[in-house]
C-alpha cells in the first residue's frame, strides 16, 4: 500500500494509564494530531482553513484495531495512505508501528463540512485534486464488488 505521509510521536507519560501502557483515549488524541499535521503538510494547515475559509474536516467513522500494547516512552511511527476520495469525504488507512512492530492500525473517513452551517460540502478542485494525487494506486485500480470485469473473467 502506498504510504503518502509518516510522522513519529513519542508516548509521553500523560498518554498511558498507571501501568505505563497507551492509553486508548490518548491513542485518538495522538491520531488526531498526526491528521492535523498531515493537512497542514499537504498545504491546508487547519488553522487556516477554520479561522479563514470557515470549513474543516470531522471524523464521521473509525474503526480501530489494535495488535499490541505500546508503553511509555516508546517511538511510534504513523504511517497514512489515502484509500478513497468521495466528492465530500476522505478515506484514509493508518499503521502504527514501534521500529518494525505493528501495534495498531485505524480506518478513519472525513466528511468536507462547511463550520458555520454544519452541513457537507464538496471539496475545493484544488484540494481534492491533491488528495487524488496521493492516493494509492493500487486501491484506485481496484474495481467494486459486482462492477465490470476484464472479458473473460468470471464473478466470483
Known sequence: MTVCFTTDRMLRFGDCDISGTAYYPAYMNILNGVVEEFWAHIG??????????????????????????????????FRLTV???????????????????????????????WLDSHTSM??????????????APEVAERRPVGGPQPAGQAQG
Open 44 to 77: 491546508w494547515p487547519w488553522h487556516e482553513i477554520i479561522w479563514k475559509e470557515r470549513w474543516g474536516t470531522p471524523t464521521v467513522h473509525l474503526s480501530c484495531d489494535f495488535s499490541k500494547p505500546s508503553f511509555f516512552g516508546d517511538k511510534l511511527t
Open 83 to 113: 484509500l478513497k476520495v468521495g466528492k465530500s469525504s476522505l478515506r484514509l488507512k493508518h499503521t502504527v508501528h514501534c521500529g518494525e512492530e505493528h501495534r495498531w492500525s485505524v480506518e478513519q473517513v472525513l466528511a468536507a463540512s
Open 122 to 135: 464538496v471539496w475545493p478542485e484544488d484540494v481534492k485534486a491533491k488528495l487524488e494525487s496521493l492516493m
